[in-house]
């Protein structure tokens, strides 16, 4: 598929966004974070942030993005519409949350169940943008068992080295150590799910030109001509061409950035307390870096059934 800029940018940094809202919501249930001002300000201030500038970025694809209110009315039957929605209503309990410690100084009582229900509705928002890809099995790359389990531990892992930074940029030591470990938990995690996918997908296809026309059982099919004497639409849209070379080139770089450095630099900061504000800000860029590296693959990668019909 054509890997369009708008859509990469929207999965990295709401992935990220509504990840660093869950692990806010988690570190004040445990206490390990109070109700600090200027913290709580800076931290809800680039969650938000993140989301906000992914959803209106999403709108960028779309042909008629003043129109995309409407995408909303078809909850029932588009995975689009759910995570629209849901995105709404999301902000609704983490925006509460956000004002209670910003304003009020409180995460306590009822203010903590708003964070986890926050929380909660944060990665069934991350979960219904993975199913908009997963749900189309036209593209066999994306209907598969690893699609969905990738984004939601992707957003934990990218919303978790977030935190750490803020949390060690704060000087809140015990929530850094205890959140290095989680955050060690989920780059590894990660990597094993996104490993898992590309080995996935680099299997040979059981949709062939044989399957796609039912004449598999005469022999193999071979096209006689083109159907088109010119590029279209389908084949720019659906049938982007990316080099194996250089996607196993862009693999190395994902696996480096995204998972790698920033597990290297976690331990680092676990490991010499004194050199973790400036090994922690360095794993986020790296991991964001990274992650857009594996979104830009995960859809140039990804190929439409209909490409078959053009010898692909």
């Not at 956000?98 to 203010?111: E, K, M, R, T």
């Not at 704060?170 to 989920?186: D, I, N, R, S, V």
Request: hydrophobic share 55%; proline share 4%.
């Amino acid at each position: 598929m054509h890997p369009a800029k708008s859509v990469i940018f929207f999965t990295t940094t709401t992935g990220a966004g509504y990840g660093l809202l869950f692990w806010l919501a988690v570190l004040a249930y445990r206490g390990l974070v109070g109700p600090d001002f200027m913290f709580g300000l800076i931290a809800f201030g680039i969650a938000f942030a993140l989301v906000v500038a992914g959803l209106l970025s999403s709108t960028l694809h779309l042909g008629h993005p003043e129109r995309a209110w409407r995408a909303l009315s078809q909850w029932r039957s588009s995975w689009l519409s759910r995570e629209g929605l849901l995105a709404v209503l999301t902000f609704i309990p983490t925006g509460l949350f956000a004002l209670a410690w910003v304003f009020l100084g409180s995460v306590s009582g009822p203010i903590i169940w708003l964070g986890l229900l926050g929380a909660v509705m944060s990665l069934a928002t991350v979960y219904t943008t993975s199913m908009i890809y997963g749900s189309l099995k036209s593209i066999p790359a994306w209907s598969i068992g690893w699609t969905s389990p990738g984004y939601l531990v992707l957003s934990l892992m990218s919303g978790a080295v977030l935190a750490c930074m803020l949390v060690v940029l704060g000087g809140y030591w015990q929530a850094a150590g205890w959140l290095m470990l989680p955050t060690l938990f989920f780059l590894a995690f990660g990597l094993v799910i996104k490993l898992s996918y590309w080995s996935n997908i680099d299997r040979p296809n059981e949709h062939t030109a044989e399957t796609a026309t039912g004449l598999g059982e005469f022999g193999k099919v071979r096209m006689i001509e083109s159907p088109h004497d010119q590029p279209n639409y389908l084949l720019k849209e659906m049938g982007f061409a990316i080099a194996r070379k250089h996607s196993k080139k862009l693999r190395r770089i994902a696996v480096i950035c995204a998972f790698i450095l920033p597990f290297a630099l976690v331990v680092g900061g676990w490991l010499i307390p004194e050199m973790a504000q400036y090994f922690l800000p360095v794993a986020a860029l790296v991991c964001g870096l990274g992650l857009v590296v594996e979104r830009w693959l995960f859809f140039a990668e990804a190929k439409h059934v209909v490409t078959l019909y053009y010898d692909r």
